[in-house]
């Protein structure tokens, strides 16, 4: 027989698939989307108990065969070898939730009668028994006439007889399978619940800790109030705690700088490895620690089931803007970057519906710009407290996300009654158990986030750094004229200037700007790099960027920047995400034309503002 | 009277059965999800919370041992009876 080499995971959603699959694959994953359609691919490598490689694929969660979303779709396709180029899985991981038995055996009958090799991962067992229930899974397995294995994938309890089943599952007789899937869904259902009721040993209903919960998180008057203190915590924690590692990482490039300046000899080579190369790349990757506790609060919100909570409270604040409460986990994720928040509109099975969530993702306050808010709040606002534990700084910041928040949900308003016109959507979602986020997930999670944001910085952010110092450095500036004007890029600011300047922007705002556009925090290290360039001598050089902007800026020009800064769509991944979510160029440039509009007139209405104050 | 009940219409933690479901009020693949869900004819739910701001709407239902969280305009699509 022919060698066994994929095998699929496939089950309803919040069955712990994913936690399945990190147990088996461990960090050895590549995601990558399916051809043709937006919906994610997740494959890993692991080993069967002979020592022979198995690619394995996470197939996106699904109820059934008869698919309601293109999610499923795929799901459909993959397990019954429709999809083009994408073999059928020789062996099926149908995993089920041990605590939701009677739901999800409904979906397991339909996968096992296909006929393929099958095991089926009985997971989350110790969540089912902390509810109360003890599960026999030999009854199960009896009855569903395919080996049943206990898993607790969080804790990788049950992976190494799982591997051993999925090792033998190549040798099984389908013809063994009792005739148990019922052929219509009333059929499978009363099918579903006598068999879980058969495998059910002892039952105690008394412990659901999740309905406990629910109580409190969902009070009328306490749930609201919880999940705004949990953004503010957020936010406050991205601000406050990353510090000490970002000053930490600050001071290695400084160090760095400082070892090449002294090994090389003067000249153009060490200007540009100092000034271009670490100096602009360093000035990003500094933000590395706070983009980091970003994720993490937003890993753990999933994972622990309180995001499908917050997708609760959220949804009739979400049905006056003609959104829905599935929009909100999109559009909380486009906090870290507005890319995986656009991909995460998959979810979203209305089209209009999706649309507005996509062009008003990048309003979102996303992690790239953090880098931006950071450096000029750090620069213009004082560090004082204005209350026990709130400092005047994070408030600031705070009052930039929810600018953002406000922006979007203005543009939402706006878009749903004129360019995404359709009838009110629905709101289904399953509000999964909650549980502790399991720190393995989570570290898995989070390696992969970082990854991104340092491959990101390595490479869109180097090069357009890289291309900002050139333009910068030549032509050489005669003697007496500012480096900065005779350069090319001086050239073009010149022009940039005269529209930008109504609106409080200087030369080096208009300079900044434009290689922006490759990604937002880039504006720091461009005017990091214009600033080190514009330094005559080594000592001037040496000088931080903060005092530089203290010295040459406004303070209304600050805050035009900041205000500049919640509404531009400057990044060029962004808009490459929305032209293929969106299949055209048509929305994406839509984007970019309305986007750029509010920036230009909020920035300009907060610098007239700030000047009339005499601020 | 009980004809008229919805699902809408019952109390926290009130047990009952979805004797009617008016499927055109629901976009198919909503239909089409719920029934997946086992939200349909037949099915034992009962309200588990209801939303927290104005029109105390979205509804989260419990079926068998799960919370759905839907709309009241959907929950007012079902009609049920007490058990």
């Known amino acids: 027989m022919s060698r066994l080499r994929t095998a699929a995971l496939v089950g309803n959603p919040n069955a712990g698939k994913s936690a399945l699959f990190n147990a088996l694959t461990g960090a050895r994953q590549k995601i990558a989307n399916y051809p043709g359609v937006t919906v994610e691919r997740k494959a890993g490598r692991m080993f069967l108990p002979s020592g022979e490689p198995v690619e394995l694929i996470d197939l996106p969660g699904s109820y059934s065969l008869d698919p309601a979303s293109p999610d499923e779709e795929v799901t459909r396709q993959v397990v019954q070898g429709d999809f083009p180029g994408e073999p059928v899985p020789d062996v099926l991981i149908v995993v089920v939730d041990a605590a939701n038995l009677e739901q999800h055996l409904v979906f397991a009958q339909e996968l096992i009668a296909l006929g393929r090799p099958t095991v089926v991962a009985l997971n989350m067992v110790d969540m089912a028994e902390r509810d109360g229930l003890v599960l026999d899974a030999d009854a199960l397995s009896a009855a569903l006439g395919v080996p049943v ?73 306490l749930g609201p109030p919880i999940l705004f203190a949990l953004l503010f915590v957020i936010f406050q924690a991205v601000f406050a705690w990353a510090t000490p590692f970002a000053d930490a990482l600050d001071g290695g490039i400084t160090a760095l700088i400082g070892v090449v300046e002294g090994a090389m000899p003067d000249g153009v080579v060490r200007d540009f490895l100092t000034e271009g190369v670490l100096t602009g790349v360093g000035s990003v990757v500094v933000f590395l620690p706070q983009i980091i506790i970003l994720f993490a609060f937003i890993l753990a919100m999933e994972q622990s089931g309180y995001m499908a909570r917050a997708a609760f409270i959220m949804d009739r604040l979400m049905a006056y803007v003609g959104l829905s409460g599935r929009s909100f986990i999109p559009l909380l994720s486009s906090f870290a970057c507005a890319i995986p928040g656009i991909m995460a509109t998959r ?15 990048p309003l979102m306050t996303c992690s790239a710009r953090l880098p931006v808010y950071a450096v000029i709040i750090a620069a213009f606002i004082p560090a004082t407290t204005v209350g026990p534990g709130i400092g005047l700084q994070g408030l600031v910041l705070f009052g930039l996300y929810v600018a953002g928040i406000v922006g979007a949900m203005a543009a939402a308003l706006v878009l749903r009654r004129t360019v995404a016109k359709g009838g ?29 944001f340092l491959r990101r910085a390595g490479t869109i952010i180097f090069i357009a750094t890289i291309a900002l110092w050139v333009l910068l450095s030549f032509p050489k500036a005669e003697p007496g004229e500012s480096q900065v004007d005779a350069s090319i890029a001086g050239h073009v600011a010149d022009g940039m200037h005269v529209i930008l300047s109504p609106i409080g922007f200087n030369r080096e705002i208009s300079l900044a700007i434009i290689p922006a556009m490759a990604a937002r925090e880039v504006a720091v290290s461009a005017l990091a790099t214009t600033y080190a360039v514009e330094g005559a001598d080594e000592e001037e050089e040496a000088e931080g960027l903060i005092p530089r902007l203290q010295a040459g800026w406004t303070l209304p020009t600050a805050l035009a920047f900041l205000a500049w800064f919640v509404f531009a769509p400057q990044c060029i991944s962004t808009i490459a995400v929305a032209k293929r979510e969106t299949n055209g160029w048509k929305w994406p440039v839509f984007m970019l034309v309305y986007l750029f509009g509010a920036a230009y007139v909020f920035a300009g209405l907060t610098y007239w503002s700030a000047v009339a104050l005499g601020l | 009277m009980e004809n008229d009940l919805t699902l809408d219409l019952l ?17 198919p693949d909503e239909g089409k999800r719920l029934r997946a869900m086992g939200i349909d004819e037949g099915a034992r739910v009962a309200i588990a919370h209801r939303g927290i701001f104005i029109g105390r709407d979205p509804i989260a239902i419990m079926v068998g041992r799960m919370n759905v969280a839907i709309r009241r305009v959907h929950a007012r699509a079902m009609q049920v009876k007490r058990v």
Request: glycine share 4%; aromatic share 4%.
């Open chain 2, 11 to 27: 109390a926290p933690l009130e047990r009952a059965e979805i004797t009617h479901v008016d499927w055109s009020v629901l976009a």
């Open chain 1, 149 to 221: 294995i206990s898993t607790v994938a969080v804790r990788k309890r049950g992976i190494d007889a799982l591997v051993e089943a999925m090792g033998d599952a190549e040798n099984q007789d389908p013809s063994t399978r009792h005739e148990v899937a019922g052929q219509t869904l009333p059929e499978r259902r009363l099918a579903a619940r006598n068999m879980a009721k058969g495998a059910i040993l002892t039952e105690d209903s008394k412990h659901r800790l999740h309905a406990k919960l629910d109580k409190v998180l969902l009070h009328p008057w």
């Open chain 1, 347 to 361: 979810s979203i099975a209305d089209p209009k519906d999706r649309l507005t969530t996509i062009l008003v993702a």
């Open chain 1, 424 to 452: 009110a959507s629905g709101f289904i979602m399953e509000m999964p158990r909650y549980q502790m986020p399991p720190l393995r997930d989570m570290a898995i999670g989070l390696w992969q986030r970082a990854w991104v």
